[in-house]
T-cell receptor, first 112, second 113 residues
Protein backbone atom coordinates (compact mmCIF):
# COMPACT_ATOMS: atom_id res chain seq x y z
CA UNK A 1 0.00 0.00 0.00
CA UNK A 2 1.39 3.38 -1.01
CA UNK A 3 2.33 5.71 1.81
CA UNK A 4 3.30 9.34 1.36
CA UNK A 5 5.35 11.09 4.03
CA UNK A 6 6.29 14.71 4.45
CA UNK A 7 9.00 15.70 6.87
CA UNK A 8 9.22 18.00 8.70
CA UNK A 9 5.64 18.62 9.77
CA UNK A 10 6.48 22.28 10.36
CA UNK A 11 9.25 24.63 9.28
CA UNK A 12 10.01 28.23 10.18
CA UNK A 13 12.60 30.24 8.25
CA UNK A 14 13.53 33.93 7.87
CA UNK A 15 12.33 35.83 4.86
CA UNK A 16 14.63 35.69 1.85
CA UNK A 17 15.98 32.21 2.42
CA UNK A 18 15.84 29.46 -0.16
CA UNK A 19 14.22 26.34 1.22
CA UNK A 20 13.37 22.76 0.36
CA UNK A 21 10.29 20.79 1.34
CA UNK A 22 10.44 17.02 1.16
CA UNK A 23 7.99 14.35 0.09
CA UNK A 24 8.71 10.61 0.06
CA UNK A 25 6.64 7.68 -1.14
CA UNK A 26 7.04 3.96 -0.60
CA UNK A 27 5.95 2.59 -3.99
CA UNK A 28 7.90 4.02 -6.93
CA UNK A 29 5.27 2.98 -9.50
CA UNK A 30 3.54 6.34 -9.43
CA UNK A 31 1.72 7.88 -12.35
CA UNK A 32 2.35 11.48 -11.32
CA UNK A 33 2.97 13.66 -8.28
CA UNK A 34 1.38 16.97 -7.38
CA UNK A 35 2.29 19.71 -4.94
CA UNK A 36 -0.47 21.81 -3.40
CA UNK A 37 -0.66 24.83 -1.15
CA UNK A 38 -3.33 25.35 1.50
CA UNK A 39 -3.90 28.61 3.33
CA UNK A 40 -5.53 28.39 6.78
CA UNK A 41 -9.22 27.51 6.63
CA UNK A 42 -9.26 27.40 2.86
CA UNK A 43 -9.19 24.98 -0.02
CA UNK A 44 -6.11 23.72 -1.82
CA UNK A 45 -4.36 25.27 -4.78
CA UNK A 46 -2.40 23.11 -7.19
CA UNK A 47 1.17 24.39 -7.59
CA UNK A 48 2.95 21.89 -9.78
CA UNK A 49 2.26 18.50 -11.33
CA UNK A 50 5.13 16.22 -12.36
CA UNK A 51 4.49 13.29 -14.63
CA UNK A 52 6.32 10.06 -13.81
CA UNK A 53 8.48 10.50 -16.92
CA UNK A 54 9.62 13.99 -15.87
CA UNK A 55 12.43 14.98 -13.53
CA UNK A 56 11.25 18.47 -12.62
CA UNK A 57 8.75 21.26 -13.13
CA UNK A 58 9.14 24.97 -12.54
CA UNK A 59 6.69 27.77 -11.89
CA UNK A 60 8.10 31.15 -10.93
CA UNK A 61 10.07 30.79 -7.70
CA UNK A 62 8.97 27.18 -7.28
CA UNK A 63 10.79 24.15 -8.59
CA UNK A 64 9.64 20.59 -7.96
CA UNK A 65 11.86 17.61 -8.64
CA UNK A 66 11.03 13.93 -8.82
CA UNK A 67 13.27 10.93 -8.29
CA UNK A 68 11.05 7.89 -8.73
CA UNK A 69 13.74 5.33 -8.08
CA UNK A 70 14.44 6.72 -4.63
CA UNK A 71 10.80 7.54 -3.92
CA UNK A 72 11.40 11.23 -3.34
CA UNK A 73 10.21 14.61 -4.49
CA UNK A 74 11.36 18.03 -3.33
CA UNK A 75 9.74 21.43 -3.63
CA UNK A 76 12.31 24.20 -3.79
CA UNK A 77 11.15 27.73 -2.94
CA UNK A 78 13.56 30.49 -3.88
CA UNK A 79 13.80 33.81 -2.05
CA UNK A 80 11.00 33.02 0.38
CA UNK A 81 8.45 35.70 1.27
CA UNK A 82 5.94 36.00 4.15
CA UNK A 83 3.18 35.37 1.61
CA UNK A 84 4.61 31.89 1.07
CA UNK A 85 3.47 30.94 4.57
CA UNK A 86 0.99 28.10 4.19
CA UNK A 87 0.74 24.33 4.43
CA UNK A 88 2.26 22.49 1.50
CA UNK A 89 0.97 19.04 0.60
CA UNK A 90 2.17 16.49 -1.88
CA UNK A 91 0.05 13.74 -3.38
CA UNK A 92 0.67 10.90 -5.83
CA UNK A 93 -1.51 9.12 -8.37
CA UNK A 94 -0.76 5.43 -8.73
CA UNK A 95 -2.36 4.82 -12.09
CA UNK A 96 -4.77 6.39 -14.48
CA UNK A 97 -7.65 6.43 -11.99
CA UNK A 98 -7.24 10.09 -10.95
CA UNK A 99 -7.28 9.25 -7.23
CA UNK A 100 -4.67 10.95 -5.05
CA UNK A 101 -2.78 9.53 -2.09
CA UNK A 102 -1.87 12.37 0.24
CA UNK A 103 0.95 13.31 2.51
CA UNK A 104 0.10 15.03 5.80
CA UNK A 105 1.71 18.30 4.75
CA UNK A 106 4.44 20.65 5.93
CA UNK A 107 3.34 23.86 7.63
CA UNK A 108 5.70 26.61 6.48
CA UNK A 109 6.13 29.91 8.30
CA UNK A 110 8.24 32.65 6.75
CA UNK A 111 9.28 35.22 9.34
CA UNK A 112 9.56 38.84 8.15
CA UNK B 1 -9.92 30.21 -14.53
CA UNK B 2 -11.46 27.04 -13.26
CA UNK B 3 -13.93 27.70 -10.52
CA UNK B 4 -15.15 25.17 -8.02
CA UNK B 5 -17.76 26.49 -5.63
CA UNK B 6 -19.26 24.96 -2.53
CA UNK B 7 -22.69 25.88 -1.24
CA UNK B 8 -21.63 26.98 2.24
CA UNK B 9 -18.39 28.01 3.94
CA UNK B 10 -19.71 27.27 7.42
CA UNK B 11 -22.57 25.03 8.48
CA UNK B 12 -23.91 24.03 11.88
CA UNK B 13 -26.30 21.11 12.09
CA UNK B 14 -27.81 18.99 14.83
CA UNK B 15 -27.23 15.29 15.36
CA UNK B 16 -29.62 13.23 13.25
CA UNK B 17 -30.29 15.91 10.65
CA UNK B 18 -29.93 15.15 6.95
CA UNK B 19 -27.23 17.40 5.52
CA UNK B 20 -26.60 18.32 1.90
CA UNK B 21 -23.28 19.75 0.74
CA UNK B 22 -23.19 20.92 -2.84
CA UNK B 23 -20.29 21.43 -5.19
CA UNK B 24 -20.40 23.01 -8.62
CA UNK B 25 -17.60 23.33 -11.19
CA UNK B 26 -17.83 25.49 -14.26
CA UNK B 27 -15.23 23.92 -16.56
CA UNK B 28 -16.99 20.81 -17.86
CA UNK B 29 -14.71 18.54 -15.82
CA UNK B 30 -15.32 14.82 -15.99
CA UNK B 31 -14.22 13.83 -12.50
CA UNK B 32 -15.35 15.14 -9.14
CA UNK B 33 -14.28 14.22 -5.63
CA UNK B 34 -15.37 14.74 -2.03
CA UNK B 35 -12.76 14.73 0.76
CA UNK B 36 -12.83 15.42 4.43
CA UNK B 37 -9.87 16.95 6.22
CA UNK B 38 -9.19 16.50 9.90
CA UNK B 39 -6.18 17.55 11.99
CA UNK B 40 -3.68 14.74 12.22
CA UNK B 41 -5.50 12.62 9.64
CA UNK B 42 -4.96 14.69 6.52
CA UNK B 43 -7.23 14.45 3.51
CA UNK B 44 -9.35 11.35 3.12
CA UNK B 45 -11.41 10.51 0.07
CA UNK B 46 -15.11 9.92 0.73
CA UNK B 47 -16.57 9.43 -2.75
CA UNK B 48 -15.72 10.29 -6.32
CA UNK B 49 -17.46 10.32 -9.66
CA UNK B 50 -16.12 9.82 -13.18
CA UNK B 51 -19.29 10.77 -14.98
CA UNK B 52 -22.88 11.76 -14.54
CA UNK B 53 -24.82 9.27 -12.43
CA UNK B 54 -21.62 7.35 -11.69
CA UNK B 55 -20.09 7.13 -8.23
CA UNK B 56 -17.32 5.20 -6.58
CA UNK B 57 -16.57 4.74 -2.89
CA UNK B 58 -13.40 6.21 -1.54
CA UNK B 59 -11.62 5.32 1.68
CA UNK B 60 -14.31 6.41 4.15
CA UNK B 61 -17.79 6.24 2.57
CA UNK B 62 -19.63 5.08 5.67
CA UNK B 63 -22.36 7.49 6.73
CA UNK B 64 -22.25 9.37 3.42
CA UNK B 65 -23.89 9.17 0.03
CA UNK B 66 -23.48 11.22 -3.14
CA UNK B 67 -25.45 12.33 -6.14
CA UNK B 68 -24.33 13.49 -9.55
CA UNK B 69 -27.36 14.20 -11.70
CA UNK B 70 -25.61 16.84 -13.80
CA UNK B 71 -22.01 16.97 -14.92
CA UNK B 72 -21.23 20.21 -13.14
CA UNK B 73 -22.77 19.33 -9.77
CA UNK B 74 -21.69 16.77 -7.18
CA UNK B 75 -23.59 16.58 -3.92
CA UNK B 76 -22.50 14.97 -0.67
CA UNK B 77 -25.27 13.79 1.63
CA UNK B 78 -24.99 12.97 5.30
CA UNK B 79 -28.06 10.83 5.85
CA UNK B 80 -28.09 11.26 9.63
CA UNK B 81 -25.41 13.63 10.83
CA UNK B 82 -23.30 12.58 13.80
CA UNK B 83 -20.79 14.49 15.87
CA UNK B 84 -17.90 12.49 14.39
CA UNK B 85 -18.75 13.99 11.02
CA UNK B 86 -17.71 17.43 12.24
CA UNK B 87 -14.95 18.29 9.78
CA UNK B 88 -13.76 20.39 6.85
CA UNK B 89 -15.27 19.06 3.62
CA UNK B 90 -13.45 19.75 0.38
CA UNK B 91 -14.72 19.23 -3.15
CA UNK B 92 -12.39 18.90 -6.12
CA UNK B 93 -12.58 18.27 -9.84
CA UNK B 94 -10.24 17.23 -12.62
CA UNK B 95 -10.71 17.60 -16.36
CA UNK B 96 -10.17 13.88 -16.94
CA UNK B 97 -9.21 12.60 -20.38
CA UNK B 98 -5.59 12.34 -19.31
CA UNK B 99 -5.47 15.61 -17.36
CA UNK B 100 -4.84 15.07 -13.66
CA UNK B 101 -4.54 18.46 -12.03
CA UNK B 102 -7.09 18.74 -9.22
CA UNK B 103 -8.98 21.99 -8.62
CA UNK B 104 -10.45 22.52 -5.17
CA UNK B 105 -13.35 24.47 -3.80
CA UNK B 106 -12.95 26.71 -0.73
CA UNK B 107 -14.25 24.05 1.65
CA UNK B 108 -17.22 23.77 3.99
CA UNK B 109 -16.56 23.65 7.71
CA UNK B 110 -19.36 21.52 9.13
CA UNK B 111 -20.07 21.36 12.84
CA UNK B 112 -22.54 18.78 14.12
CA UNK B 113 -23.79 19.43 17.65
Amino acid sequence: KQEVTQIPAALSVPEGENLVLNCSFTDSAIYNLQWFRQDPGKGLTSLLLIQSSQREQTSGRLNASLDKSSGRSTLYIAASQPGDSATYLCAVTMDSNYQLIWGAGTKLIIKP
Amino acid sequence: DVKVTQSSRYLVKRTGEKVFLECVQDMDHENMFWYRQDPGLGLRLIYFSYDVKMKEKGDIPEGYSVSREKKERFSLILESASTNQTSMYLCASTPGVGSYEQYFGPGTRLTVT
